[in-house]
């Protein structure tokens, strides 16, 4: 039942609850109440302060979508505004004081993936430049992804034909135009208002999977709606053009399951019932939330800036609590420290169809997931923002083939973190894995540039891929194995029980 327009509900009323004693702000046309809620919001009250007798409709989709609206308390609606009130509330500009002033440069400037993450810092706001770039305590793990790509070297061949090559693969028993996706990245809004509907309509066109993130700013039906209807109008455009050969986009959904069994499982039924998320991506790295250093320093900074009278004391204990990761984005219950691999058959039942593991960090587990019948393992470290000193992807995939190569034969493995390259994306795919997941350039590429960044981003890794394929002399996918690379500085490096006994 939608809440009744209240009379009462003032601008100038509603204009005067911003402290820590009374503060509402408004969202959606509804005024809400979150007095109670300050103390449990994930990110801690300074922001929620900050938005406090304003509308802070545009500021909260850059983070949530209206899903999370539920989880505030029963009686937190106080009502839906009128026209004219709502007219006259100002506006949330919370971000607007960090925003850098310049924008980013012209994208034809944009030759390489890197050059998009300086385009992006140009033009957003602190707040979601620390959320997207930071990474866990001192940021050893990111420095390892980025370094990985390097400690491989490919072999090329000579006197191959390769004025035509094919980087066509398949993901999951469905076809992909190239042997990489978009990985899974929560709050995209943060980046620009595009959001995800930018994201999965730039792989609709360009034939790109994708992964989406249980923490979306768009409602999942939204994203499956907006991909659905762009991809027929890019089938619309190719009828008769010859390019009907090319494989279609296809989405995933990566899901956090949460302490309520319940949630995970309206979750996966809601996705389910779109008809449009080809697998399920259960993250498996997250039991608690790694320590993002630079978000914790940054939240301590804002509770003591808010500068509202009367809440000093409040506040200041806050950015004490910010600094071990009391305040965080993730609100409570929403990761389960108690998961194990028995939870598998229920998530298994429900969803029905392929399920990958995303966050697989040793060869023993990939190991274990392929006995337990799964269909799928990501190998990866969170883009370096959860385990400190976690082993790059590149690295797992390594001791994978060393100590279980038969498990490269029954499943498919995946790898992200640090991938710049699509070049890069060869090495992955000739040492075993499937296909290779880009994240941050994909972000940064949206906070620039908005769905045509991202259609960009896609296509200097494409055209890097096919480059690649081209000068190392590999005509087709197929081609692309072991002995295409030299990975022996990697393999130096990777776990080896004989030598791990004390």
């Known amino acids: 039942m939608q809440p009744k327009e209240n009379p009462a509900l003032s601008a100038q009323e509603i204009a005067s609850h911003r402290s820590m004693s009374s503060c509402w702000i408004v969202v959606d046309g509804k005024a809400y109440d979150v007095t109670t809620y300050l103390d449990e919001h994930p990110g801690g009250p300074a922001i929620l302060l900050k938005q406090g007798g304003t509308d802070a409709t545009a500021e909260f989709h850059k983070i949530h979508s209206s899903d999370v609206l539920k989880y505030l308390p029963k009686d937190a609606c106080l009502g839906t505004l009128d ?3 709502r007219a006259a509330l100002p506006i949330s500009n919370a971000s607007a004081d960090s925003t850098p002033g310049n924008g980013p440069p012209h994208i034809s400037s944009i030759v390489v993936a890197n050059d998009f993450e300086a385009a992006a810092k140009a033009v957003m706001p602190v707040k979601s430049w620390t959320y997207v770039s930071s990474s866990a305590n001192n940021g050893s793990a990111l420095r390892s992804n980025l370094a990985s790509w390097h400690a491989v070297r ?4 000579i006197f191959r034909a390769v004025s035509i090559v094919d980087p066509r693969s398949s993901i999951l028993g469905t076809a992909s135009a190239f042997p990489f996706y978009v990985s899974p990245m929560g709050q995209l809004g943060r980046g620009h208002p595009d959001a995800e509907l930018g994201v999965v309509r730039a792989l609709a066109r360009r034939g790109v999977h994708g992964v989406m993130s249980t923490e979306s700013t768009v409602k999942m039906e939204e994203i499956a709606a907006a991909f659905l209807a762009e991809k027929k109008k890019v089938k619309s455009s190719m009828n008769g053009t010859g390019g009907g050969d090319r494989p279609e986009a296809q989405l995933h959904f990566q899901l956090y399951i949460p302490v309520d069994r319940k949630i995970a499982i309206q979750r996966i039924r809601r996705a389910k019932a779109t008809g449009t998320f080809h697998s399920l991506w259960v993250t498996v790295d997250t039991a608690v ?8 320093a940054l939240q301590a900074s804002e509770a003591l800036s808010v500068g509202a009278t009367g809440d ?8 004490e609590r910010a600094a071990f990761g009391l305040l965080s984005h993730v609100g409570t219950g929403a990761l389960n420290a108690d998961l194990t691999w028995d939870d598998l058959s229920w998530i298994r039942r429900e969803w029905g169809g392929p399920v990958v593991l995303k966050g697989v960090q040793s060869a ?14 990501l190998l990866s470290n969170h883009g370096g923002r959860q385990m400190h000193d976690a082993p790059d992807a590149l690295t797992t995939l390594l001791e994978i083939r060393t100590h279980y190569p038969k498990v490269l034969e029954r499943l498919e493995v995946f790898v992200d973190g640090g991938c710049r390259d699509g070049s890069d994306v060869l090495k992955a795919v000739a040492l075993g894995a499937k296909a290779v997941g880009i994240g941050r350039p994909v972000f940064y590429a949206l906070a620039a540039y908005g769905q045509k960044g991202v259609e960009r981003c896609l296509d200097i890794f494409a055209d890097e891929l096919t480059t690649g394929m081209r000068l190392s002399g590999m005509a087709d996918i197929s081609e692309v194995r072991p002995e295409r690379v030299n990975a022996s500085r990697l393999l130096n490096e990777i776990w080896r029980p004989e030598k791990s006994r004390l």
Not at 289 to 296: E, M
Not at 312 to 319: D, G, K, V
Not at 364 to 377: K, P, Q, S, T
């Open 289 to 296: 939330l790694g320590k993002r250093t630079a978000d914790r």
């Open 312 to 319: 000093e004391e409040s506040l200041s204990a806050h950015a």
């Open 364 to 377: 023993e587990d990939a190991a274990r997931a392929a006995d337990l019948g799964v269909d799928g393992v």
């Open 154 to 157: 490919f072999r090329p061949r």
């Open 83 to 85: 026209a004219a009130t």
